[in-house]
Each structure stands twice: as C-alpha cells, then as structure tokens.
C-alpha cells in the first residue's frame, strides 16, 4: 500500500514537472522568436554589405562580438528550440526512469550546455564573417564572385543531404546519448550531435542571410522536418540543389 501511494505521488509530481516543462518551454520560444524578430527588422542583411561585419564607430571588437553572440545564440534558441524538446523530454524520462533527483534543474542545465555549443559556434562564425567582409573590402573583385560561390555553397549543402554520412548524423542526432555523470555534459554531446547534423542547413542560412527572417524560419522548418520525416533530409536536399543551380546560373550567365 506505501509502495502504491508512492508511486501516485511521483508520477503526480512528474505530472506537475511536466506541465511546467512545457511552460516554460513556450515561453522561451515566444521570448526568443520575439527578440530575433526585433533584432532582425532592425538590423541590415548582415551578408548583404560588408560593413554590417564592421564595429560601429566608438564600438569595439569585443562588444561587437560579443553583440552578435548573444543575438545569434537567441536566434538559434528560436530556431533549434521545437527540434530539441523531444530530445529534453526523453531525458527528463529517462532521470525519472534512473531515479535522479532535481529533474528540472538538470534539464535547464543540460539545455544551457546544448545552446553553449551554438554559442561557440556563433563566435566562430562571427570571426569567419569578419575575415570575408574585410576581404570584400580589401579586393571589391571578391564580391562580385561571392553569389556564384554562395549558389555553390548551396548545391553542395543540398548534395550532402543525400549521403552516408548525413544519415549517420542524423540517426545519432535522433537517438538520445546516453545518462551522463553531469547535465552539462549530456548538453554538450547532444549540441554537437546536432550541430553536425545541421552542418549544411547552417551554411545555406549563412550564405542566404543570418538575419533573414524568412531564411531563418524556412532552415528551421528543414531541420524540425528531417528529423520526423525519415525522407525529410532528402526531400530538402532535392530543394537546395535546385536552389544552388538556379542560384548557379543567375550568378553565371549575363
């Protein structure tokens, strides 16, 4: 009978854990989706014009960088956010399952490690960005070859979607790592998980615009479809290389 009670009131409590998860979940969505929005009706087409890559006079590189660390960390929370949950959910299971106490904490913990890994790779985006707009700047030449390269960059992301190796990326990307000593380091396994797996969807968004609301929302659709749809990698491959080609071929021919 004490055993009976007991197991009422865990699963009540993991009841209540839930709804709370799930709260808190949508308001970060809307918080985060809300705050990119702004940023990016206020902010110039960052791969658009080389000097949107440049410190603002009186700004320093380190605020700048910084700057845009933080907004392209909100912005990956808007996007990699409904892709995530389920992968959070199963671990919250999972801890249950294991008996692990403070469900909630080490779930926050294990999605601030996961949003670390997009944080790092916002800084060295940042960095690979700076280099090519002061290139642009140095040798104008450069941008006039910078659409071919980028339809290029496309066709070969839609390319890599149909290979070996994006479906061992994705297979991992969906299978849940295994209970770690820490939630920090089960983060950080499960970001650079995804961040291999979503490699070439991150290039077509650099290449077609960081702040672009509507390449923002369409690479995000393509990374929640790929891993429900077992053919969604496929599928959104079909479409990028059509894209690169035409991309191609605009940037070629007079």
Known sequence: ??????SVEVSREQAVSERGFQAVSALLFISSATATV?????????????????PMCGQTWQSFAASFIGMWTVMMTAMMLPSLLPMLRRYRVALYLAGKPN???????????YFAVWALIGAMIFALEAAVAELEMTWPVLARALPAA???VVLAAGALQFSAWKARQLAGCRAAPALCNTAWRYGLRLGMRCASSCAGLTAILLVIGVMDLRAMAAVSAA????????????CIGAVAIVAGL????SAVLP
């Open 1 to 6: 009978m004490t055993s009976t009670l007991s």
């Open 38 to 54: 702004v940023w990016c009706n206020a902010m110039p087409a960052m791969t658009e014009m080389p000097m949107a890559w440049m």
């Open 103 to 113: 469900v909630d904490a080490q779930t926050a913990l294990a999605g601030a490690a």
């Open 223 to 234: 990374i929640t479809l790929e891993r429900l749809a077992p053919a969604g990698a496929r």
């Open 150 to 152: 980028s339809g290029a």
């Open 246 to 249: 035409l991309q191609l071929a």
